[in-house]
């Protein structure tokens, strides 16, 4: 089992910047691949950025060139710094933890709200 504990939501003024952690612990050996997500009222959860299993990084063109992924092996942290916050950046902010080989297993946290203000 692996556990994903989110940090770092809050409200923010727009054009402003946060950065969101997510703290692992378990069998985080066996994933191998991670990812930011977010979900706004009314609408489906949509990927924002990921560091997916072949490498590099992947991101939505709503934040490209704003969102930065990374990971800290060392603390089991993967984070989400996000600048140049805009008002459609509000959502909850969900970590993600894949294992893509078989047996497949997929675990999120409980989620971070971020608010961006006009």
């Known amino acids: 089992q692996v556990q994903l504990v989110e940090s770092g939501g809050g409200l923010v003024q727009a054009g402003g910047s946060l950065t969101l952690s997510c703290a692992a612990s378990g069998s985080i050996f066996s994933i191998n691949s991670w990812g930011w997500y977010r979900q706004a009222p009314g609408k489906q959860r949509e990927l924002v950025a990921a560091?997916?299993?072949?490498?590099?990084?992947n991101y939505a063109d709503s934040v490209k060139g704003r969102f930065t992924i990374s990971r800290d092996n060392a603390k089991n942290t993967v984070y989400l710094q996000m600048n140049s916050l805009k008002p459609e950046d509000t959502a909850v902010y969900y970590c993600?933890?894949?294992?893509?080989?078989?047996?497949?297993?997929?675990?999120w946290g409980q989620g971070t709200q971020v608010t961006v203000s006009s």
């Open positions: 560091l997916p299993s072949g490498g590099g990084t």
């Open positions: 993600n933890g894949r294992r893509v080989l078989i047996p497949t297993a997929s675990y």
